[in-house]
């Protein structure tokens, strides 16, 4: 019961601990601008008041009339999905975990790894690690998808559309210099 | 009329011309659909070449490729949740949901053949009235009036996409919010960058449209996927009736008239055009609580709306060599390479070139129709894939077009980011319509906000000096009264 409690209030509190922080924030360029006598902070102040109040009001529900702030209509696509998709229930096996996790972290050591190592690189490796996260294991499938999107790619962005990519860091970056000089 | 055959006419008997007409046509639509490569890319990468094009075939190319692109970005807005631009997020909100739903041939039908009719009707009325149009609206509309209308659009915003009156308008405010990153309109103010050089910039809407829309749902099938409990979109091409087309008549003259209006004014255009739109769908709806669940007039609405303003941004183009977006200044930049000045003699110096240009914006808007309905039979069976393989191609593209913006690698973080965010603010029932739409919204009704109030001397009573601006504002406060009353009432009953 305290548990939920704490559940339903911590978001609000959150709204209003990031309004009062984004006012003190904003205090650092209040003050009539020569063109403009309202100032620079005026209209994030506004929308951070709003914030503020926004959140006060839910709070003041839930503490005087246990208002529901997640209330919504009954046989929505959302509900069905929210119900039948908890993550994180108990139940979920440590692989299923992994999974899940490795879905999110991946595309971010793709963008690190692009920003390093450059797009060229990385593009190949991560198209087929990523469709077999997902569960695709056929690796006649997973070369054939892998090299067909990567030509798909090339051709598109680097033969039509001159589209700039990134080309990494240092010793990789005159290395996807060259492929792409090849290309173009 | 005559002016009109004779566009056509010159059109349609010239191979060269046939020729620039069918490749402005398809090229559009497949570089608005394909994430990465908008329409802007393929007009910038054919500047050059226009010289060696006639100005009438160069400027026609133009407005068949802004007819055309436009449309184009709905079809992977709707399949993926993935807009091609962002004058077709909103296209998204219902799009996709009717595709999980299993009514991606239905959305892609209301999307092509409203897309036409706003396009046509736009191209009509352009033809007809395109000087004393231009002449009205750019008296009538001011910044006050222009941010009357921002005002009276955010305050519908709060009820998309949540049950929680609370929950939808943090979403909005912590849109409108994410829009004052970077500095201020006015005096170039830096604000909440920290320092920061990218931030200073302000956040670019393509990433964090592209974060909340397609990186998210990645990460919400994928989670999915993960636990065992993901189901593919059904592949349904069922296109929709007639009746059902007929049901939703009022929405399409209503957001072919928005669409319009909103088109003529400069610097907004097409983007407003669908965000406004698709917030007067809902509030005159009699089940907005259907509204980004999969309601068919979300996609009409949105895309009658932005085809609409494609002809409307013709006219003060022409008629007063203003832009009212990326597309139309870069058309300014065809008649320069051709050494024409735009402005209000263009009609009579260069009569048939403009003519030409009608006519190619009138067939275009109607090829869209044929070609939309040939490719809805075929385009729905993208859905096929298994979401294991287009999963990383989705976020492949989306780095693309992302990183392809302005060439950042912090776009791309911000875009995931953005992911992160939306993934979270979905699972707890927070709305990401109104946060896309609080940072586009936000950040123009900022601009036109600060020289409204400059207008009316820090007066607010001043905003409502005008009867446009004065209608507009009073019916935003009402609309707020009204969906706290029933938010109030709800809560009595239960």
Redesign the interface.
Known sequence: MKINKIKSYA??IG?MLFGFI?LV??HD?MGP??????G??F??QV??L??IL??G??LFLLSF?Q?R?????VG???DV??Q??D?L?KT?SIR??T??SA??IL??V??YG??KIGFFIV?PI??PL??FV???RSIR?LIF?AVG?CAL?LF??VYL??????QGAGYFHSLNGEFLALFQ | MSDFLAGTVLLFTDPLGIAVFVGGLVGGLLFGAIPGLSLLTLAAVLLPFTVWLSPEHAIMLYGVIYVSGVYGGAITAILFNIPGSVENAPTAFDGYPMTRNGQAGKAIGYAVTCSAIGGTISAILMMMATAPIADFALSTFGPIEVFAVIFFGLTVVAGVGTGSLAKGWLSLLFGLFLGTVGQDPVGATPRFTFGSLYLSGGISFVPLILGFFAVAEVFVQGQRVASGTHTASKVAVAYPTLSEFWALKIAVARSAIIGWFSGLLPGVGATLAAFISYNEAVRWSKTPEKFGKGEPEGVVAAETANNAATGAAMIPLLALGLPGGALTAIMIGVFNMHEMEIGPLIMIEAHDLVWVLFAAIFWASLAILILGVVETKGIVHLLRIPFPIIAPCILIFATIGTYALRASIVDVYVMFAAGIIGFVMRKTDYSIPAVVMGVILGQIGENVFSQAMVMADYNVIGLFDTWVSGAFITGGLLSIVFLVRRRVLEFRRT
């Open positions: 978001p609000f709204w984004g924030i904003s360029y601008l020569p063109t403009f006598k309202l620079a902070a209209w994030p929308i951070l709003g914030i926004v959140s009001i839910q009339f208002y702030s997640d209330r919504h209509d929505s696509v959302e999905e929210t039948s998709d993550f229930d979920v299923r975990y999974k899940a879905i999110f595309p971010l793709y963008v692009m920003h593009t991560f198209l990523y469709m997902m569960g695709v499938r998808v999107v790619l598109l962005f559309a001159f589209t700039p990519l990134p």
